[in-house]
């Protein structure tokens, strides 16, 4: 089978880039408070349209010149015209590009450190009006609004709800009483996405939706969610993520677990390719009337800008629409429709009008995935039809045109993906081609179904149920595709890498342009198996035995490995943090979770393992299955495990590691009953090489116990020292006393915390003890992720910048 024509690159590629560097070196520049002054880049871009006008001239020139040249070849010179156009194209224009990008980022940037200056206006009570769905936080549910000064002028916040049942919609207008705080150090990436702060609001007047057409088109919004919402099922939640983007009641659910697992968590939010299926299906249908070419496009891209609007203007959403405008108007001009170049048009002007588009993560994976289906599917789809399973045919469709858009999609978005999320989805393509004709049924029957119930409610009612019905059947595969063993698993890239590599692959495919062989795509295949499987079984096998408590925010997460055998004590709060902590720490399969006690910061990611790594136990503290048994992470354990894979510890009972490591119980010595603080189940690691009962080093690890806790242990065990000691309850005030310090003996503290936390932790009283004591101390917040290596009668110690040093 031959390779299929290679399609033009879009000129606007390395352009788009251009545009993001632009941006980028703006908001630097403005966020060290170093702006750069627009006229500067502005009058660049004028020299840089000048060049553009003389190279069209020279073009034209050249045109003229081929056209009467009788000698040549007229493709040949075609060819020639068209490197001559790209080579005096391509240069001036990324400079422009560039220009106009650092410009108008200086402009936007330089805005947002004007209104920084102003904050000091925002006291008492504000106006406010939310602009997006509700984000649910370990402690608390945000949203982000716009908030407006006393001469009418507005600035983007981000505002967390005090009473987080008050929480409104999307659209809401209020007045509050707000308490401003200044954007943290580690919180640099509000201001790229063009926030100035974040607002605790109270005392809350809502005013309903605004009375503008932006309120109008919220209102009815807020009102097909309701309606969604209203009918029983699963599907229910899964459907207004689908069609309207909210996604709400999915937020760490079941349902969103499984779709992360499965590669398909793309298709709950709004995006490029909801607007392309609904584009696809009303071309369907317009083509069957009897209608002009023209006027078909104008109705397709008419209701196609409607959808957009009424899914509350999704950035991925409102590029779509905007590729779409550009393809109608070459079809007006006469001009032939690239998609690509429309794509990557749309792309620089979103970045132009709006420079925050520049960090918006799912702006660039729609990008991604646009880019890489309209340049490589076609050649994929080729090379999907030898493998020789499918049936080999000269024009590629049906299953296997359906694969490879899913293939390209999937390694196109890769690359950033990964870096995102650190979970690498091995059953993506297949989840993809088995739940894709359904989501595809779900939307269509929902988009018709909000478009009739205003007119004729019972059909339409009767359409949206159809649709929660196919969504309920979606949730379904996915569930089922998500317990498959491996499904998914944690993998860390930088973005820098990652990035490099995507482009690298891309460039070296295109170039290629390989001819489809049945044997080269089974070799390949074959590779690409062996080498997944090396990194999912073999690479944690390599692992020496350690001590790693992550860094994972406020929060205890702590890792205990030697070789293939891992354990997990505590999850801490952000499932996030969690999945990128495992990824670095190359952790594939967990012997068991160990939950200390019930606090969210210690449980709260639970969940979050689900579909990721295969966990064999859950430990919870004796008592706690009898006390707490409708406890929501004593039910979580139950759904990742199984409820006979749920058990408990007590007092002296081991938990062996691997052939070296062993966790001993040490607290609670009695029943617990609530899984607070005071009941926290206390273990202590020790690593023993020569296996003859004396350790060579021990650890201990308290969870959230404090000083009366430890004194107790202490009088329970007496003699007990330890070379490592994981502090209590993230350093607090009460964690321990010195005279404790000194009777543990240890070498080296660690201390789990997140960064600039609210709580003050750690406590400058326990830092002070620990100091006078000459002990080691070292911490989450400060150094990331902190391991003990143990190596016979020594130790290394390692933090996240990769030094290590023996202690």
């Not at 809401?172 to 100035?196: E, M, N």
């Not at 999915?250 to 779709?259: H, N, T, V, Y």
Request: aromatic share 6%; charged share 15%.
């Amino acid at each position: 089978m031959k390779a299929p024509c290679r399609p033009m690159l879009p000129i606007l590629l390395v352009p788009m880039a251009a545009a993001w560097a632009g941006i980028t070196l703006a908001s630097q520049s403005a966020y060290q408070m170093q702006a750069i002054d627009p006229v500067i880049p502005f009058s660049g871009a004028a020299v840089c349209v000048l060049v553009l006008t003389l190279g069209f001239r020279k073009r034209r020139n050249a045109l003229q010149s081929s056209s009467s040249n009788p000698e040549e070849h007229p493709k040949k010179a075609d060819t020639k015209t068209r490197h001559l156009a790209a080579r005096l194209t391509i240069p001036p224009l990324t400079a422009l590009v560039f220009c106009l990008a650092l410009g108008l980022g200086s402009q936007f940037y330089g805005s947002l450190t004007q209104q920084i200056e102003r904050v000091g206006e925002l006291k008492g009570v504000v106006d406010l009006v939310v602009i997006e769905d509700t984000q649910f936080y370990p402690r608390s549910r945000g949203s982000e609004a716009m908030v407006y000064f006393s001469d009418g002028s507005e600035a983007r916040v981000r505002i967390y709800w005090n009473d987080t049942s008050l929480a409104l919609p999307k659209g809401s207008h209020l007045k509050a009483r707000v308490t401003y705080t200044p954007l943290r150090s580690d919180q640099r990436w509000l201001f790229d996405k063009g926030c100035i702060g974040t607002l605790s609001i109270s005392e809350i007047e809502c005013l309903g939706f605004s009375t503008d057409l932006w309120g109008q088109i919220d209102s009815f919004r807020y009102n097909n969610v309701q309606r969604i919402e209203a009918v029983e099922g699963d599907g229910a939640a899964l459907l207004a993520g689908v069609l309207l983007g909210n996604r709400e009641r999915l937020r760490d659910s079941a349902i969103e677990q499984d779709f992360r697992t499965c590669g398909l968590a793309h298709l709950i939010a709004v995006s490029g390719t909801h607007l392309a299926i609904v584009a696809a299906l009303l071309a369907w249908f317009l083509r069957r009337l009897p209608l002009g070419r023209k006027s078909e496009v104008c109705i397709l891209v008419s209701i196609l800008v409607l959808y957009v609007v009424l899914t509350g203007m999704q950035p991925s959403a409102i590029r779509s629409g905007i590729m779409a405008g550009i393809a109608a108007f070459s079809v007006f001009t006469g001009r032939r429709g690239h998609a690509p170049s429309a794509l990557t048009t749309a792309a620089v002007l979103m970045m132009l009008v709006y420079p925050a588009n520049a960090y918006s993560l799912g702006f660039w994976l729609s990008v991604c995935s646009v880019v890489g289906i309209t340049l490589f599917a076609h050649l994929t789809s080729h090379w999907v039809a030898t493998a020789g399973v499918l049936k080999r045919e000269e024009s590629p469709g049906g299953l296997s045109q359906t694969l490879a858009f899913t293939l390209v999609a999937m390694a196109a978005t890769l690359p950033i993906a990964i870096p995102a999320f650190a979970v690498l989805s091995l059953v993506s393509p297949l989840a993809n081609l088995i739940a894709g004709p359904l989501f595809t049924l779900a939307l269509g029957f929902g988009v018709v179904a909000l478009v009739l119930i205003p007119l004729f409610e019972p059909l339409g009612l009767l359409l949206l149920n159809a649709a929660v019905l196919f969504s309920d059947l979606c949730a379904l595969l996915a569930s089922i595709i998500a317990r498959v063993p491996f499904a998914s698993t944690p993998l860390e890239l930088s973005l820098a890498f990652g990035s490099v590599l995507g482009i690298a692959t891309a460039a070296l495919v295109y170039f290629l342009w390989p001819t489809p062989k049945a044997k080269t795509l089974r070799l390949g295949a074959t590779a690409l198996i062996v080498a997944t499987m090396v990194v999912i079984l073999v690479f944690p096998h390599t692992t020496s035995p350690r001590l790693i408590v992550m860094d994972v925010g406020q929060g205890d997460a702590i890792l205990v490995q030697e070789q293939g055998s891992a354990i997990l004590i505590d999850t801490g709060a952000s499932g996030s943090a969690l999945v990128h902590a495992l990824a670095r720490n190359n952790v594939r399969s967990l012997k068991a979770v160990v939950i200390t006690h019930l606090d969210n910061d210690h449980a709260g990611a639970l969940t979050r393992l689900r579909g990721l790594v295969p966990v064999e136990n859950v430990y919870f503290a004796q008592g706690l299955l009898e006390h707490q048994s409708h406890n929501e992470f004593l039910l979580q354990a139950q759904a990742l495990v199984g409820a006979g894979e749920v058990r408990e510890l007590t007092q002296g009972d081991v938990l062996q590691v691997g052939r070296t490591i062993s966790l001993v119980v040490l607290w609670p010595e009695r029943v617990a009953t609530e899984g607070s603080n005071a009941e926290s189940i206390c273990l202590l690691l020790q690593y023993d090489v020569d296996a003859d009962g004396v350790p060579e080093h021990q650890a201990l690890l308290t969870g959230d116990c404090e000083h009366e806790e430890l004194a107790a242990m202490l009088r329970r065990f007496p003699g007990l020292q330890v070379s490592v000691l994981k502090v209590g309850h993230h350093g607090s005030r009460n964690a321990m006393i010195p005279a404790q310090v000194h009777a543990l003996d240890c070498r080296v503290a660690l201390i789990s915390v997140g960064v600039n936390n609210s709580y003050g932790h750690p406590s400058l009283v326990i830092l002070d003890a620990l100091a006078e004591a000459d002990v080691r101390v070292m911490r989450t917040d400060e150094q990331g992720d902190l391991a003990c290596l143990f190596n016979g009668p020594t130790m290394n110690l390692r933090y996240a910048t990769m030094k290590q040093e023996p202690y």
